[in-house]
């Protein structure tokens, strides 16, 4: 019987098996950053012990760094010593870092790719949980807890439960103003926040096969939103084009494609489960409540289900109600999901000669360092800027509330990240997850609008 992909690169990790599904597996990379690496550096000292790889680990300042001024010392206290405790203890424990001021810094599911640090047949962990990003690369990514991080550290190795499998195949042709964010967040509302749970996912089918590394990057970073545990893409010409040249693809590129080319499902593997979706049935997507699941397509009303009304009453929304002409406050283009240079484009083709609604406050914040440059030789910057946008630095920013992006109680922001937990973007923030097509068109109108109005 044939081995599906997940079990490919599974077993070509396992140092030990304990027991029945229960192995440790070698790990070939570990991403650290400020927020959940500080108590494991402290646990490892601990113990006396010393890192037992440092080559494998690469660090880079996100979650807690300003957006403006990033020159200046940060303003918050709390986020100021968290970037500093990972800037010395990477010193101490002799950690490449990507901080504040390099020219490679940024978010760390942005970086580790465009660096090259992320290739095909890889086991890689990170302590946050969308580290299921990587996946896009043909590769078994996921995050992990502290202490997690503490046993990497120490041993490069992880003691882990393997998973069940399963298949989401997206078959057909995407239409014309739907995205990679729309694609993920139709399966999500499909199947809910938990209709993965236990699973490490692969998805697979015409529709994903005809997306960039940048929306396979985007698939794979919502998988945890499913309660899956990653989810992975079979790499093919499209992953081989992007990595090479870059600054740590494989020297001898030819021979890695040899062992690349073979990772991918045989044709008699068996999934624990399959699901099979059309893509001419996704439309732009967007939520109405408080997690990702809670998701129509952009022209649909709200359902009328009774366990949505928690959720609805913080969102300040009603069973019935048409998300479309909804008005809204700030719009955000950022994060791990959708801040690439494919995003920013996008995003800059439908804004470009055109103002943003008067009321509206926008951000647009790059990934990286790499994206900004890469924006600004293109003169998307300027085109942003324009329109009445704010194009920031980079960082994780509005995603979630850990540094000075916050979004003010009670307002509405649409934002192209990954959560609408209730106080996800500030305390009673109301988040609206979108494509970068949606919200710049809710940025330039002021209100809930189908982009495709605007492209047409």
């Known amino acids: 019987m044939g081995k599906t992909l997940f079990n490919k690169i599974w077993d070509a990790h396992v140092v030990e098996s304990i027991g029945e599904d229960m192995d440790m597996i070698y790990i070939d990379r570990h991403f650290i950053h400020e927020v959940t690496s500080p108590q494991a550096f402290s646990g490892i000292e601990k ?75 890889m086991t890689i962990v990170c302590g946050d949980s969308h580290t299921s990003t990587h996946g896009a690369f043909g590769c078994i990514a996921f995050g992990i807890g502290t202490s997690e991080v503490e046993q990497v550290f120490a041993s490069q190795c992880l003691i882990q439960s ?23 967040l139709y399966i999500i509302a499909k199947i809910s926040t938990s209709g993965a749970a236990g699973y490490f996912l692969e998805y697979a089918g015409e529709a994903i096969r005809s997306m960039s590394m940048e929306g396979r990057m985007t698939i794979c970073n919502m998988s945890i939103e499913m309660g899956a545990r990653g989810g992975l893409i079979a790499p093919d010409e499209t992953t081989f084009e992007y990595v090479k040249g870059r600054k740590n693809a494989p020297e001898k590129l030819s021979e890695a494609n040899l062992y690349w080319e073979i990772l991918f499902s045989d044709d008699d593997a068996i999934f624990n489960k399959e699901l099979f979706i059309n893509a001419s049935e996704i439309e732009p997507m967007i939520t109405f409540g408080t997690n990702p699941g809670m998701g129509i397509k952009i022209s649909e009303t ?36 959708n801040s690439r240079i494919e995003d920013l484009r ?49 960082g994780c920013s509005a995603c979630l509330g850990m540094n000075e992006d916050k979004i003010p109680e009670g307002k509405y922001c649409v934002a192209t990240s990954n959560r609408n937990f209730e106080g996800r973007q500030g305390q009673g923030a109301r988040t609206i997850l979108a494509s970068p097509l949606t919200a710049v068109a809710a940025a330039l109108t002021g209100k809930i609008t189908d982009a495709r109005a605007l492209l047409s």
Request: a positive charge; hydrophobic letters at 40%; aromatic letters at 6%.
């Open 47 to 121: 113990r006396g012990l010393k890192i037992f790889r440092t080559e494998n680990t690469i660090a880079t300042a996100d979650h807690n760094v300003p957006t403006l001024d990033q020159h200046l010392p940060i303003k918050e206290q709390f986020s100021r010593r968290q970037v500093e405790r990972l800037t010395e203890n990477c010193v101490k424990h002799d950690i490449e870092l990507y901080g504040l001021g390099h020219e490679s810094q940024g978010i760390v599911h942005v970086i580790g790719p465009e660096l090259g640090l992320t290739l095909p047949g």
């Open 162 to 184: 393997r998973p069940k499998t399963m298949r989401i195949t997206v078959d057909g042709k995407i239409g014309m103003g739907v995205t990679a964010k729309d694609v993920i």
């Open 302 to 337: 709200i359902p009328a289900d009774q366990s949505l009304s928690k959720a609805l009453s913080y969102m300040g929304f009603s069973e019935g109600d048409k998300m479309l002409g909804k008005k809204i406050d700030y719009v955000f283009i950022g994060s791990c999901t």
């Open 346 to 394: 996008a995003a800059a083709q439908l804004v470009k000669g055109k103002k943003k609604a008067a009321h509206v406050s926008v951000w647009i914040v790059p990934g990286s360092q790499a994206v900004s440059r890469q924006a600004q030789r293109e003169g998307l910057d300027k085109i942003f800027i324009e329109a009445g946008f704010e194009f920031r630095q980079a």
